[in-house]
């Protein structure tokens, strides 16, 4: 039964009434809601006890409970006949009650569902047939399609590692319940949602173009048809087989999964019946065609993206993973033991402009070493902890059997299993592992000894294999017969394999648009792809799309002693500050430097060239504390440290002679959680370059004054009361799927001071109840700072997909804005909460003379044609790339209280990813968004705790 009033507060005030009197903030008897199942816990009130009042009469009431004798306690309050004009909220306050917040009756009766939700899409007869299912332990098999679950799944699917692509997120290349489908309506549910705005107009216009190419489509319907069998057939490719016997009738032009039948013409009956024979046993089936609806074109989208990836089959590709690739054209690396294969990423969806086919170039890089040759080199550098080393360098990466092209997430590594080891073949025999590879992909296993991979399935697929009544089945891989996929951590930290793989990887935008290009040639040169094409009456534009866009106006960049100097074309401004001061200066008077004794000479150095560069940019430097070390090993630093650390130090340095993640996180961990002070550490090849010495130390310096406190440059940003929030996620493979939120929050007026917190999610536990802490301790620390509480506030939430976006419009801005009643009943800030998705498919070319592309210039914004028809989005090229193509970020305005305009959303966006202090130019995201990435990110990998709170005020992570 819904509240009474908007949102149930009448129900939920008239609950207070039946509660003894308690202090504002603290706890309830009794939960108003449940997390796990939505549901209030209290009853709604009775017919007789309807409030006939607001908020205000209801305090009345209340007021004269607390008056009445103990001896009149069941005695009924009089209801004051008078309409009170206020909304009693504050007075009810006054009384000794806590406050509620908007809605949280009816928010605790009945869930909060996705729009739109559906269950999962079926295959198609041209995807590839699963494998039979083997029970507890599996070799290998298909990878199913997510299904779309309840709030509570939802939000703990929200915290695995979410992506922005573009491209159906269907496993194997199947198109999830959100691909294929218009982007979801706004929930009634959600209050303060604006349509989508006109596009913005501020900045110069510019000639572009985007990676979409137009569709045309025919104005015919496509049918749908549901097919039945007589008695019921479980093989799939059985039931499509014997629909097929019948091409004479239902076409070959056809769609057919199984059960959902897509054919471009109508059979003429309601129900159509045909008799099959299986050849098996030689007996009678019918199959029964039933029609059930006719779709138009604009709802074809999943059928649509199932035909063009029938045309990358046809045209030979093979498909890893979600994309599609060339394995022909493959470059190989020798040198660092890799190859790349080129390949497409192919995607239609409806958009403002239309329906469009989203294309472009995509790489796999992969291993030419097994997971097996891997592991003997771990056991190579260190027997002790080999199995240690294999978990954190193996767990949680992507492999892919070459016998299948399939890519599986390996979750775990069984030490106790081997190829010898037995599991349950679908015909209830007892098989080993190496026998089965041999039977079926004719692979003999060498290494008997080795353990086996473990990949367990999707929630999803837990959960039907749960409907089945079967036990849970987790995939087992062979290590000799599974190589990774993508880079690891020290592939990406080696600037070698990096620089190689570029050459191949990343192409120019010239060189982009030829690929797509080539693309389109392909489909046209091949009979079978076109007739796949035109059977569907899909007819494709001849190149990619014209956008007009616009250029927003170069940023001014104010240092200190009043310096100011423009951003420049390139967004780059790391010249102009070398010749200034900063904005607000620490000194360091009292600070140590540690080094081993080989490194002592560059340790030297480095402090040498501190003395110059500091005074120049306003900063102070005395001569720090210096020790040295006989040897480097992490409990040599470590114990120094604990002894020498005390209330005035300011800052230790440590400069290491290699990198080691074991060291570093020791490092770390002492300076960010045991002993909380502002750390330093230094690589010494890094300060070992006298050419370059100069320029790294001020670098250095810049984040050493970052770190103490101090400010750097700042921009003009004339909104007042406003706080900007970044959020960002960082899951943690190695700790059974821990994710850690963290939360930064501006201070101030021009957006130079930050406030940091972070939060832990373990599995089963809903992340949002950990960011509501953090922004609520965000608030307090603000109005400690200003002395008031900020009018406006915009969440710039990353690290959230396409699947999750009205899950945060709903779900999360619920909560958000359940933390401003902490703060009285009259606070209700104006909130925005803008999706920040930098993992997306999206290019954005300048065209140049003679159709020529290349990359636009930093401030490029698109907030038409290419956007989704149905949120407000844009997308914003924040930064300047002198290598490749650039990538725009995608900016989704998903709920939104505020008068900002279009135009000034944008400029905002645009104006924070100047403010990021740990490189002089702009970067991909607003500077909350990285500042969040770069915390959570060290406390995920390095601290795994939280760090102190005497930190939070300082950009300690950098």
């Known amino acids: 039964m819904a509240g009474y009033g908007r949102g149930g507060r009448g129900a939920a005030l008239f609950k207070l009434l039946e509660e003894p009197p308690r202090a504002p903030g603290a706890q309830a008897r009794e939960s108003e809601t449940s997390a796990e199942t939505g549901q209030q816990r209290s009853s709604p009130p009775q017919p007789g006890h309807v409030p006939t009042g607001r908020g205000q009469h209801l305090a009345q009431l209340y007021q004269q409970m607390q008056q009445a004798k103990p001896g009149e306690a069941g005695a009924a309050p009089q209801a004051s006949p008078s309409r009170p004009a206020g909304r009693g909220l504050a007075a009810l306050g006054a009384a000794g009650a806590a406050p509620f917040g908007r809605g949280i009756a009816a928010l605790g009766q009945q869930p909060v569902s996705r729009p739109g939700a559906t269950p999962s899409p079926p295959r198609l007869s041209d995807s590839p047939p699963q494998e039979s299912q083997v029970q507890k332990v599996t070799p290998h098999h298909g990878q199913g399609d997510d299904q779309t679950a309840g709030v509570t799944q939802q939000m703990g699917k929200m915290t695995v590692g979410a992506n922005g692509h573009i491209s159906p997120p269907g496993r194997n290349g199947h198109v999830s319940p959100q691909e294929g489908k218009k982007t979801p309506e706004y929930s009634a549910g959600v209050t303060h949602m604006k349509p989508k705005p006109e596009p ?41 087989r014997l629909l097929y016997e019948h091409s004479e009738v239902i076409g070959r032009v056809r769609a057919f999964d199984g059960a959902i039948l897509y054919l471009p013409k ?17 007996r009678e089936i019918t199959v029964k065609v039933q029609q059930t609806r006719t779709l138009e074109s604009k709802d074809c989208v999943q059928l649509f993206n199932i035909i063009f990836r029938r045309v990358l089959k046809i045209l030979d590709m093979k ?5 599609y690739y060339i394995p022909g054209r493959s470059v190989p690396i020798p040198q660092h033991k890799l190859e790349v294969w080129p390949g497409y990423i192919v995607a239609v969806q409806e958009y403002s402009g239309g329906l469009m086919l989203h294309t472009d170039a995509s790489h796999k890089v992969l291993s030419n070493e097994t997971v097996l040759e891997q592991m003997r080199e771990l056991y190579r550098r260190n027997k002790n902890t080999f199995k240690e080393e294999c978990t954190r360098h ?42 089965y590879y041999r039977k079926t992909y004719e692979k003999e296993i060498t290494d008997m000894g080795q353990p086996l991979l473990i990949s367990r ?12 009544g079967g036990g849970l089945e987790v995939i087992c891989l062979i290590p000799e017969l599974a190589c990774t996929t993508g880079l690891s951590d020290d592939m990406r930290a080696d600037f070698r394999v990096m620089k190689d793989l570029a050459t191949h990887t990343r ?25 796949e094409l035109t059977n569907w009456g899909i007819r494709l534009d001849n190149d990619i799309l014209p956008v007009n866009a616009r250029q927003l106006p170069m940023e001014k960049i104010f240092a200190g002693n009043n310096v100011s100097f423009m951003a420049g074309p390139q967004a780059d401004w790391g010249r102009d500050l070398g010749r200034a001061r900063v904005l607000t200066p620490v000194n360091l008077n009292h600070w140590m430097v540690i080094a081993t004794k080989r490194d002592s000479s560059k340790a030297q150095e480095f402090l040498n060239t501190m003395s110059k560069v500091c005074p120049q940019m306003g900063i102070k430097c005395e001569m720090p504390m210096t020790f040295e070390l006989q040897d480097d090993k992490t409990q040599s630093y470590i114990s120094l440290i604990r002894d020498r650390i005390n209330p005035q130090l300011q800052l230790v340095i440590a400069i290491f002679p290699t990198s080691r993640d074991d060291r570093y996180s020791a490092f770390k961990k002492l300076c960010c959680v045991e002993a909380p002070v502002p750390s330093q550490a230094i690589i010494a090849r890094t300060i070992g370059q006298p050419q370059k010495l100069r320029s790294v130390t001020q670098k250095i310096a810049l984040q050493i004054n970052c770190k103490l406190g101090g400010d750097l440059w700042h921009l003009d940003i004339p909104l007042k009361g406003l706080m900007t929030v970044g959020i960002d996620v960082f899951h943690d493979p190695s700790r059974s799927g821990r994710s850690i939120g963290a939360v930064i929050a501006s201070m101030n007026k021009v957006m130079t001071r930050w406030y940091s917190r972070c939060c832990f999610q373990d599995p089963h536990q809903e992340l949002i109840d950990g960011l509501k802490m953090c922004l609520t301790a965000a608030l307090k620390k603000y109005h400690d700072v200003n002395h008031e509480l900020p009018g406006k506030i915009i969440i710039f939430r990353d690290g959230v997909g396409d699947g999750q976006l009205a899950v945060v419009a709903e779900y999360e801005q619920a909560q958000f804005t359940s ?22 498919n999206t290019r954005i070319f300048g065209v140049l003379q003679g159709s020529r592309m290349d990359n636009p210039p930093p401030g490029v914004v698109v907030d038409h044609t290419i956007t989704r028809r149905d949120w407000y989005d844009f997308f914003l090229v924040s930064q300047h790339v002198r290598q490749g193509t650039v990538s725009p970020t995608h900016y989704v305005v998903v709920y939104d209280t505020s008068t900002l305009k279009p135009d000034h959303m944008q400029r905002l966006a645009y104006k924070l990813t100047h403010m990021y202090y740990n490189w002089p130019g702009t970067v991909r995201v607003p500077a909350p968004c990285q500042y969040a990435h770069k915390l959570a990110y060290l406390v995920g990998q390095s601290l795994h705790k939280e760090p102190s709170l ?9």
């Open 507 to 531: 192409i120019t935008p010239e060189k982009r648009h030829q690929v797509m290009l080539q693309y389109l040639d392909s489909i046209r040169s091949n009979p079978d792809a076109l007739a």
């Open 950 to 958: 005497e930190l939070s005020d300082r950009l300690f992570y950098l």
């Open 394 to 435: 193996i767990v949680g990466t992507i492999v892919m059997t070459r016998y299948n092209n399939r890519t599986y997430r390996v979750d775990d590594i069984a030490w106790d299993k081997n190829p010898m080891s037995t599991f349950q073949y679908h015909n209830s025999e007892e098989m080993t592992f190496a026998d």
């Open 266 to 282: 109508d059979l003429g009956n309601k129900v159509t019946t045909f008799k099959s024979i299986r050849r098996s046993d030689e």
């Open 319 to 323: 498909q890893v993973g979600r994309h």
């Open 819 to 840: 933390c401003f009643a902490q703060f009285g009943a009259d606070y209700m800030p104006k909130l925005s909460i803008v999706v920040v998705q930098k993992r997306i």
């Open 200 to 240: 913005g107009t501020a900045g110069k216009p510019f000639q572009a173009a985007a990676n979409y190419i137009r569709i045309q489509v025919p104005d015919h319907a496509i049918w749908q048809y549901h097919v039945s069998y007589d008695p019921p057939i479980d093989n799939r490719r059985l039931c499509i």
């Open 457 to 468: 399935p999707k929630k999803s697929e837990q959960r039907e294999q749960q409907k089945r």
